[in-house]
């Protein structure tokens, strides 16, 4: 995910808004928000380091504020300005549906009571994506794309990685909301998410898949937790899953079935006792052997 393109209000400064905005950004886990620190960092130069913030606050959803240099500034989607009853002005409103029209994310900042800037974010879609979201259609699930991104990029994305439902511009308990009213409909549902704003989804759902790579409130909250940042590696994650269920319900067929078998013929002498020990012991060694199949899962 990259800075691409900073947009001012008249009278501002540029610097004075990567410098705030970036200052803010630096302190949340944020994908987009790490983005903007980056972006900030290298517009600025190494001889202008980003002030640190005071009274940080992060709003779920919506995106983060606090103190920087004595201002007050909001930084975040165009919802987090208006509920703070800060309007955008014609040159920010342009820029803002320029944004939408590019397909990228637009953040908006604000501070002392004004709106200053936009800022353009874009990220590529992974290697990969595509193919993780086939395979996940071929083990018989459908997938859903949650995000609080702006609905023209979260479409883009979707069109982009195959999935038919979007649901975007949602807020950390929509996302719920969602998850839930898929379950009511007698569904099972897996999560996959890395940020803060999905930890109650993953938290609610019947499983959390959560990336490494992301925040620790996403990996705290979820049931298992994927290494790499890799959505393939969820795909093989339930088909590993599947096979592992699959080898517990075959040893115990095989478990049960044989001593149901044995059991009567050395219970009436039919065994010799030696036998009859060789027999069981050949029993476990043939549930261990199987059981470790499941090393060669690739």
Known sequence: MTLLAVHTAE?????????????????????????????????????????????????????????????????????????????????LAAALAEAGEQGRTAVAVAWDGAARGVLGVADAVKDGSAAAVAQLRALGLRPVLLTGDNRAVAEAVAREVGIDEVHAEVLPEEKVDVVKRLQAEGRSVAMVGDGVNDAAALATADLGLAMGTGTDAAIEASDLTLVRGDLKVTADAIRLSRRTLSTIRGNLVWAFGYNVAALPLAASGLLNPMIAGAAMAFSSVFVVTNSLRLRAFT
């Open 11 to 91: 009278k501002t400064d540029e610097t004075d808004l990567l410098r705030l905005a970036g200052a803010l950004e630096h302190s949340s886990e944020h994908p987009i928000a790490q983005a903007v620190a980056a972006g900030a960092t290298e517009r600025l130069g190494e001889g202008s380091p980003l002030p640190t913030p005071e009274d940080f606050t992060n709003v779920p959803g919506l995106g983060v504020q606090g103190v920087v240099e004595g201002h007050t500034v909001l930084v975040g989607r165009p919802r987090l300005l208006a509920d703070a009853g800060i309007a955008l002005p014609p040159e």
